[in-house]
């Protein structure tokens, strides 16, 4: 099955560093990633939209200087969190789309802003 | 509005019994809608996906359907187990590939 990762799982941080967060599609080509927040109790928030070789289309109130998004290439996007506060402390989730209708899900990385 | 909105926010159940999820949406124009399980500290994953003309699709233990007019969706995990436990997630997706999540339902299934 279809299969995407992120690296790290966790982190933590001193407020006011960037941290990097990867997503791989493992088995398959994904022409579009997502980028998704979570914060607790609540569900998932599109923050961005990112297609390989192109810039990433942000939702609205979605700080494009401060998520920064790569996606590089076809199996691989990165979401770099700059200048991290502690209100960026949150569960981030991405996911990769092979087929228009299909997304799968990464495990989720929980970044915490001390 | 396009909107998801899921009942109950949370549940209680004991093991081995049935348990059903709600979902009610005012997405349009509709092209299909899933439910996802989300263990604690991960993505969720799919357990079905359901188009216009399709009334019921079962998954093992869960069995979901859909009334495409009255827009309304339910999710009925049969025979619960302990690792049932987990948020229940109804996601609709729009004619133009929007996504619209529901907020979850976070089940407990106790021993």
């Known amino acids: 099955g279809a299969v995407v990762s992120q690296h790290p799982s966790w982190v933590i941080c001193k407020s006011g560093t960037s941290v990097k967060i990867e997503c791989r599609s493992l088995?398959?080509?994904?022409?579009?990633m997502f980028w998704y927040r979570q914060f607790p109790k609540q569900s998932l928030m599109l923050m961005a939209t990112?297609?390989?070789?192109?810039?990433?289309?942000?939702e609205q109130g979605v700080e494009k200087d401060k998520f920064l998004i790569n996606h590089a290439s076809l199996t691989l996007s990165t979401l770099t969190v700059t200048s991290a506060h502690p209100e960026d402390s949150s569960f981030y989730i991405c996911s990769a789309s092979p087929l228009v209708d299909t997304q799968y899900f990464g495990p989720g990385t929980r970044l915490t802003v001390l | 509005k396009n909107q998801v909105e899921q009942s109950p926010q949370s549940l209680i159940i004991l093991e081995g019994k049935n348990c059903t999820l709600q979902c009610n949406y005012t997405v349009s124009p509709f092209s299909n809608l899933r439910w996802y399980k989300q263990d604690t500290g991960r993505g969720p994953v799919s357990l079905t996906i359901m188009t216009f003309s399709e009334n019921t699709k079962s998954n093992g233990r869960y069995t979901a359907t859909l009334d495409a007019d009255t827009k309304q969706s339910s999710l009925h995990i049969t025979a619960s187990q302990l690792s049932d436990s987990a948020s229940y997630i109804c996601?609709?997706?729009?004619?133009?590939?929007?996504?619209?999540f529901g907020t979850g339902t976070r089940l407990t299934v106790i021993p």
């Open positions: 088995d398959f080509q994904a022409t579009t």
């Open positions: 996601v609709v997706r729009t004619g133009a590939n929007n996504l619209f």
């Open positions: 990112s297609n390989e070789g192109s810039k990433a289309t942000y």
